[in-house]
């Protein structure tokens, strides 16, 4: 018992001196959140914006419902369907091009400076607000879904190209080292070597940003882009909130929808359960 007691007692005196590292991290962390404050100027609550949230919150309850179950061309079926199949797409062209970003900027395929200047211009791409990207590809594809399936593949390029880095740099060589005394070929070290350790990866990835597409593009449609972002603002704009209301009520359900599956998906991949 007394040795025990020692051993503990030993550890607790070697244990890392981390009070001064903690205390300079805690007042670096107040000092930034003071100064970042300086630019809050709140001069307190917008009776309008409250008419409107109680608005909302009210027509929540009793939502169009022609707009619900209809399936015309106005109707929330029909633009969620817009909606989540410009997200698909974009969802796999984005995929697509970002793996050719992905080997040019992973340190283990072309090195410290091939991986630099390919970090650099994911990091470019990144750097783009999805609704200004939408902005620049009505300009050029003409409003509509077209432009936001552009819009949705080039945004998605830069964040699934990062996560496609991750998984080409923990590569197993071994496998690699194998195959190659075995006297395979390229092609087959990376058909046997290569695609069997990313693929589940990469698929999980782009499920993940399909996610997150499906809500960028409900939002799309502020800019012209297509999908019901558009119908949702005009008919805020009109204050007609049984409109807004189904509009709402047919984004949520979606997205949890796209979730929930997606979640379930990506576990599958992931651990094969």
Request: aromatic share 10%.
């Amino acid at each position: 018992m007394a040795k025990t007691t020692q051993t503990v007692l030993d550890a607790h005196a070697n244990r890392p001196k981390t009070a001064l590292r903690n205390i300079l991290v805690i007042v670096v962390l107040v000092v930034l959140i003071s100064w970042s404050s300086a630019i809050l100027d709140f001069s307190g609550i917008n009776d309008q914006g409250i008419r409107i949230v109680k608005g909302i919150l009210y027509a929540l309850v009793d939502p169009n419902r022609d707009w619900l179950f209809t399936l015309e061309s106005y109707g929330i079926p029909y633009l969620m369907f817009e909606t989540v199949s410009m997200a698909f797409l974009g969802t796999i062209a984005g995929a697509v091009l970002a793996i050719p970003f992905a080997f040019f900027a992973s340190r283990n395929i072309t090195g410290n400076w091939g991986s630099y200047g390919g970090s650099i211009l994911v990091t470019m791409i990144r750097t783009f607000p999805v609704l200004i990207l939408g902005l620049m590809f009505i300009k050029v594809a003409g409003p509509g879904p077209f432009a936001g399936v552009l819009t949705i593949s080039v945004s998605s390029i830069g964040m699934i190209t990062k996560l496609y880095i991750e998984s080409i740099e923990d590569i197993d060589k071994g496998i690699l080292d194998a195959l190659d005394a075995t006297g395979a070929t390229t092609i087959q070290k990376i058909r046997y070597g290569i695609i069997p350790q990313l693929s589940a990866n990469f698929i999980s990835v782009a499920i993940y940003r399909f996610e997150i597409n499906v809500k960028n593009a409900t939002i799309l449609g502020l800019v012209g882009a297509g999908g019901i972002g558009f119908t949702l603002i005009a008919a805020m704009g009109a204050y007609r909130w049984s409109d807004a209301a189904a509009c709402l009520w047919g984004i949520v359900v979606v997205v949890l929808l796209v979730e929930f599956f997606s979640t379930k998906l990506r576990h599958k991949l992931i651990t094969g359960e």
